[in-house]
């Protein structure tokens, strides 16, 4: 059974940077889409970003050229490298992993951006 399990949440101050991983208990090679999505209180869940297994990257306009996602195959890691944070920023942070039409969630990890 795949497991996604993220990291890397905390509480930062407005335009400081944090990074999350996403390790997965099997290959994350095997995955044709690995996102990272985030809920804020009182909202839905949204995309935040997203890898291909091509190597094609796509991102929300809100995180556009502050975000950066990576997969490292070798190491069944997804990264989320968050810059410039802002407090609408805060939320959950949701690893996701897609193969096969089926998609595998991780438990989340809390992000909170003071202003």
């Known amino acids: 059974q795949v497991q996604l399990v993220e990291s890397g949440g905390g509480l930062v101050q407005a335009g400081g940077s944090l990074r999350l991983s996403c390790v997965g208990s099997g290959s994350i090679g095997s995955f044709s889409v690995m996102g990272w999505y985030r809920q804020a209180p009182g909202k839905q869940r949204e995309l935040v970003a997203r890898a291909t297994s091509g190597g094609t990257t796509n991102y929300s306009d809100s995180v556009k050229g502050r975000f950066t996602i990576s997969r490292d195959n070798a190491e069944n890691t997804v990264y989320l490298q968050m810059n410039s944070l802002k407090p609408e920023d805060t939320a959950v942070y949701y690893c996701?992993?897609?193969?096969?039409?089926?998609?595998?969630w991780g438990q989340g990890t809390q992000v909170t951006v003071s202003s």
């Open positions: 996701k992993g897609s193969r096969l039409g089926f998609d595998y």
